[in-house]
């Protein structure tokens, strides 16, 4: 993929509707002290905000389709199949999204990212 067919990636990303990610849609920033000034306007730039929108997360210049939703049980968590883009390569990975009290948790493999709401 070029990054002159990123955009229309992101326009096909953003008019599906297979996972439906409704409960965790909302715009993040990293929970971490070096992250406070990033920009909760900007999505997916850099130093921008990270976000959900129905079944898409976007990440820092990324976009996820997040398709086969399943509910993790005892947990506010949804573990989900990513089919990703990031300016020139796709990639394939699971995510779960998992709310949290600051906002969001999201684990993908051994790492876990928490995700503060942004106002």
Same mark, same amino acid.
């Given at each position: 993929?070029t990054?002159r067919? %990123?955009p229309? %990636?992101?326009?096909?990303?953003?008019?599906?509707?297979?996972?439906?990610?409704? $409960?965790?849609d909302r715009?993040?920033r990293?929970?971490a $002290?070096?992250?406070?000034?990033?920009d909760c306007?900007?999505? /997916?730039?850099? /130093?921008?905000?990270?976000a959900?929108r129905e079944?898409? %997360?976007?990440?820092?210049q990324?976009?996820c389709?997040?398709?086969?939703?399943?509910?993790v049980?005892?947990?506010? /968590?949804?573990? *989900?199949e990513?089919?990703?883009?990031a300016e020139?390569?796709? *990639?394939?990975?699971?995510?779960m999204?998992m709310l949290?009290?600051?906002g969001?948790?999201?684990?993908?493999?051994?790492?876990?990212? $928490?995700l503060?709401?942004?106002?």
């Amino acid at each position: 993929m070029t990054i002159r067919r %990123f955009p229309a %990636f992101l326009i096909a990303l953003a008019a599906a509707t297979s996972a439906a990610a409704g $409960p965790f849609d909302r715009v993040y920033r990293p929970d971490a $002290p070096e992250a406070e000034s990033w920009d909760c306007q900007s999505v /997916g730039s850099d /130093g921008g905000a990270l976000a959900v929108r129905e079944d898409v %997360f976007y990440g820092v210049q990324s976009a996820c389709l997040l398709t086969n939703p399943v509910a993790v049980n005892g947990t506010s /968590g949804v573990l *989900y199949e990513a089919q990703c883009n990031a300016e020139v390569m796709s *990639y394939s990975k699971r995510m779960m999204l998992m709310l949290v009290p600051k906002g969001l948790a999201a684990i993908e493999d051994d790492n876990g990212n $928490p995700l503060r709401r942004c106002p």
